[in-house]
């Protein structure tokens, strides 16, 4: 990484022809990318408060998690008309095709890869309900609560894990059904 934080970027056309991804391995050194990069206007947003974490406390895969988190609810609670496309954001932190090492931090349990297919399930489920929530909390690993205003007093589950069973001809086993979108009515 020190070697990163002293190197230029790379031609970007040259990095595409050969099938490499210079821009994981430039945010992961706390560098920022070359404006000659294609990246969207959300893109650009979620690397730049990326970067600021980098620089200010470190690389660390829950920063990594809770930045993509952040940046997904942002999306989501504003009245943009960017998307959520998690291959646009899968680009940005994967050094390679394998998704096991967002900005080269080992993440056996592929956490980052799993929030960023959840997400996309979740934007493309997405309801009025969901687009009037401006306030989330994550409760455990995979429940999402969220409201429409702070003073609001009751959460709404807006996405959860099945957490239920279901009898089959083998017996009882757990439902495994995973991301259930839920979206209450008021």
């Known amino acids: 990484m020190e070697k990163l934080r002293g190197t230029n970027l790379p031609d ?55 930045s993509l988190m952040e940046h997904f609810l942002i999306l989501l609670s504003s009245e943009a008309s960017e998307n959520f496309v998690a291959d646009n954001y899968a680009e940005l932190i994967f050094p390679t095709e394998k998704r096991d090492r967002p900005l080269f931090i080992y ?4 956490t980052v890869d799993n929030l960023l297919s959840t997400l996309s399930t979740l934007w493309e489920t997405r309801t009025s309900e969901l687009r009037g929530m401006s306030v989330f909390r994550l409760h455990d ?31 009882r086993k757990p439902c495994g059904t995973t991301p259930l979108v839920l979206i209450l009515q008021w």
């Open 141 to 171: 690993l995979n429940i999402l609560l969220g409201k429409r205003k702070p003073s609001e007093t009751h959460w709404r589950t807006v996405l959860a894990y099945c957490g239920g069973w279901i009898e089959g001809e083998s017996g």
């Open 12 to 66: 970007w056309k040259a990095c595409r022809l050969a099938s490499l991804n210079p821009i994981a391995g430039f945010l992961a050194a706390g560098r920022g990318y070359d404006q000659g990069i294609p990246l969207s206007r959300a893109q650009e947003r979620f690397t730049t408060r990326l970067l600021s974490r980098v620089r200010r406390f470190g690389l660390s895969l829950p920063f990594v998690f809770l």
């Open 107 to 110: 993440d056996p349990l592929c």
